[in-house]
């Protein structure tokens, strides 16, 4: 964003005194002094008049044939001086039968330019003023750019940028800072998504620009991030009788089955201090991480169930594979397992998603054996809730409104709006320009637009 402003207005003013000499010329190269202390300007030759020599009376309403005019009275700076001569400036004419003289201003305005480029000449009784216009600076008939930026007057932030245009100036906010120009603040660039971080990783706002830091079971820099496979660099501390498992930014450790602990120190397990280890019938043996029981004469079995034909420990389980088999006495019972349906000998998957649902503002995932819920774009779970509920983009930062518009939460979303006086799709807002249209302000006054408004100034 960048604001636009103009210096002050600068006006040269000329008028043309009346003379009271007659038949000189003055020459094109003499000059008039300029009200306003510009210095001398140049004019046209004038041929000036001196009073009759035919006795006639000046200020009597009557011209003699040596009176250029005579409007009746004596006085001067209404276009026909106090001795009866035209002034400068003005044209008189004599309509007859007696009439004084009608005397009017001559509009120096109309015709060739008489003032300089990027200024504007206004008629003044008996004259004229040449005036620059907004952001230039000389004397009405030279105009030139006036560099804000350079001689200090722009009104840009200390750390804006300043930008001399013609007739103007530009201020506008650096890479990583937010504001008008005249006001620039950091931006704080880990506000919302924008921030180029990866997904699995912080980021860390600095001034004027922020940095991305990987998390702890990541690696990268920070834009891309990595899971660390802890199992397989050997950067874990599982006991050498423990599993490594490998998990999204972290790794866990387990201990083999026969071994006890917490997977970082394990220890063996003596199974058969425990009745139960073995079948009834059976001898059981401790090994390091395991046991051995053997069932005697007479049993089949592994020794750790000594029973009679068990069919659930073929090695072909005549059950599905998604199902449980339970041995029984002389014969089996299949079941499937969670998640799943059926007679056991054939096992479906149930569609969570059909028969339970997520709730209205989340969709739902059949998985083999379960499903998953989450939450639809606008929507999120409230602490210690089940259930998705609408997420305030305005009120929490979210949303990607223009600064000069209105956020409006709904459901599931939110609305951009431009202020009044600014048009566009409400994530970008441009100022409208009320001074473009006509009549904006009433006759005799200059319209200036403004951010999201205008002003009239009489002229």
Request: proline share 5%; glycine share 14%.
């Amino acid at each position: 964003m960048f604001l636009r402003a103009h210096l002050r207005t600068t006006v040269l003013l000329v008028t043309f005194p009346s003379v009271a000499c007659r038949g000189e010329l003055i020459s094109g190269d003499e000059t008039l002094e300029v009200v306003g202390g510009f210095g001398p300007v140049p004019i046209q030759d004038v041929v000036l008049h001196s009073p009759g020599e035919t006795g006639s009376l000046c200020g009597d309403g009557l011209v003699g044939s040596e009176e250029p005019c005579d409007d009746g009275d004596e006085l001067g700076g209404d276009g026909c001086s106090s001795d009866c001569y035209v002034e400068h400036g003005y044209v008189c004419f004599t309509p007859g039968d007696g009439a004084p003289s009608v005397c009017s201003d001559v509009n120096e305005c109309e015709g060739e330019p008489i003032c300089g480029t990027n200024a504007a000449c206004v008629n003044m009784p008996g004259g004229f003023a040449c005036v620059c216009e907004p952001g230039y600076a000389g004397d009405g008939l030279t105009c030139v750019d006036a560099d804000e930026c350079a001689s200090g007057l722009a009104n840009c932030a200390e750390n804006a940028v300043c930008e001399n245009v013609d007739g103007s100036f530009e201020c506008s906010c650096p890479e990583g800072y937010v504001g008008d120009g005249t006001e620039c603040i950091d931006a704080n660039e880990c506000d919302g998504q924008a921030h180029g971080c990866s997904a699995q990783a912080f980021c860390v706002d600095e001034e004027g620009s922020s940095s991305c830091v990987c998390w702890g079971g990541y690696a990268g820099d920070g834009t891309v991030c990595v899971d660390v496979d802890e199992c397989a660099s050997g950067e874990n501390i599982c006991d050498g009788n423990a599993s490594c498992t490998n998990t999204v930014g972290h790794y866990s450790c387990a201990c083999e089955p026969g071994w006890q602990g917490d997977g970082v120190a394990c220890s063996d397990i003596d199974e058969c201090a425990f009745s139960e280890t073995c079948g009834d019938n059976a001898t059981c043996e401790n090994t390091p991480g395991s046991y051995v029981c053997t069932c005697p004469e007479g049993y089949n079995g592994d020794g750790a169930s000594c029973f009679d034909a068990d069919e659930c420990a073929d090695d072909v389980s005549p059950c599905d594979p998604l199902a449980i088999c339970f041995n029984q006495q002389g014969t089996f019972m299949c079941a499937c397992a969670p998640g799943y349906s059926g007679s056991g000998f054939e096992c479906n998957d149930v569609n969570e998603c059909e028969r339970d649902g997520c709730g209205e503002y989340a969709s739902c995932t059949n998985q083999g054996g379960s499903f998953e819920c989450t939450c639809l774009p606008g929507f999120a779970r409230a602490d210690g809730s089940p259930d998705c509920v609408n997420v305030d983009e305005c009120d929490l930062g979210m949303a990607n409104c223009s600064h000069d518009a209105e956020c409006v939460d709904t459901v599931g979303g939110f609305m951009c709006a431009c202020f009044q006086g600014f048009t566009g799709n409400g994530l970008q807002c441009s100022d409208v320009d009320e001074c473009s249209e006509p009549n904006a302000c009433p006759d005799h006054f200059q319209c200036e637009n403004t951010a999201g408004d205008f002003e009239c100034d009489p002229i």
